[in-house]
């Protein structure tokens, strides 16, 4: 029993170290104008090409050039970054250690919204093992909204020998056999809200089947909502606003599109970010959130160890 205790002890002090690191963020600097530098540890100072999202722990400078915006993530507020000052971040505040940094004239409700959504990192890290974990288990999202823009529906391959038989309304998809960790397919627009059915088959014979979970104490049906055209025009010049104030920052449009469940175009727009800003790994348990919502249990397992490895080091 002893020495069960001393594994068990040594497994969490594993998990917890490699929690540690895991924090939100403070805030995110962005319209970056000349030379502004950021560093992690106070010794390696890098130039800030795009957006940065800043964490406790973090430094920045700006040179006699250097400017940007910079959105706090508890407040919602934008404060102006000036030439020849320097900032640090703590777990609840941006400190000017010297320079300026003064609190900007512009508001956006919608804007400063985005940014308090990236908060309690630390519980998207954590998978809950079933007592049927070995088994094969067909899901998708609960509730997913799509456009015409944003039409895929994603889930779990969890074969690489298997049909499936995809039906949403009176439309049916057949999606045969791949080695891709990740069903994706199109679907033709609808209107209003239709149930979703999913069966997997195998020499044509079902081996798994999408089952309606309990909401509320009621067997209910996974459904898809496809928005009308003004709701989906209402959409587009969101998305343009927010494209417009953060440059080339997806991650913040991912913000909006999930707040929007477009569970699957908020991932396109997390893993994107994540790849062009290999240096932003501290984001990467947001991109998990969504993962959870679509219930890709395999995909998310999978990238939450490489994940975890990577923190270690």
Do not use: C
Request: proline share 4%; net charge positive; glycine share 6%.
């Amino acid at each position: 029993m002893k020495r069960i205790l001393i594994v068990i002890a040594a497994l969490v002090l594993t998990v917890s170290t490699a929690y540690a690191g895991v924090k939100d963020p403070v805030a995110v600097l962005f319209q970056v104008k000349g030379n502004v530098e950021y560093t992690k540890n106070g010794e390696k100072w890098k130039k800030v090409r795009r957006n940065k999202f800043l964490f406790p722990g973090y430094q920045i400078r700006s040179d006699v050039g250097g400017s940007g915006i910079i959105t706090n993530r508890k407040t919602g507020k934008d404060s102006v970054l000036r030439p020849g000052t320097l900032l640090q971040v703590t777990n609840s505040e941006i400190k000017v250690k010297s320079g300026t940094l003064s609190e900007s004239s512009q508001s956006n409700k919608l804007l400063s919204g985005l940014m308090k959504r990236f908060s309690r990192s630390q519980s998207y890290t954590t998978v809950r093992r079933s007592a049927s974990q070995g088994a094969m288990v067909l899901d998708v999202a609960r509730h997913t909204v799509l456009s015409q823009n944003y039409p895929y529906l994603v889930w779990d391959n969890v074969g690489d020998d298997l049909t499936y038989h995809l039906k949403i309304g009176e439309d049916v998809y057949t999606i045969t056999p791949t080695t891709d960790e990740m069903i994706r397919i199109k679907i033709s627009p609808f209107s209003g809200t239709r149930e979703i059915k999913l069966e997997a088959t195998r020499n044509n014979q079902v081996a798994a089947r999408l089952n309606p979970y309990k909401r509320r104490g009621v067997l209910t049906n996974q459904t898809l909502r496809w928005l009308t055209p003004d709701e989906s025009n209402e959409l587009e010049l969101i998305a343009k606003t927010i494209a417009e104030t953060y440059p080339d920052n997806s991650f913040m449009l991912g913000s909006f599109l999930e707040k929007e469940e477009l569970w699957v175009a908020a991932m396109d727009h997390y893993r994107q970010y994540l790849r062009d800003n290999p240096d932003e790994i501290e984001m990467t348990p947001y991109l998990f959130r969504v993962y959870k919502k679509l219930k890709l249990k395999r995909v998310y397992s999978k990238e939450l160890a490489y994940w975890t490895q990577a923190m270690k080091e």
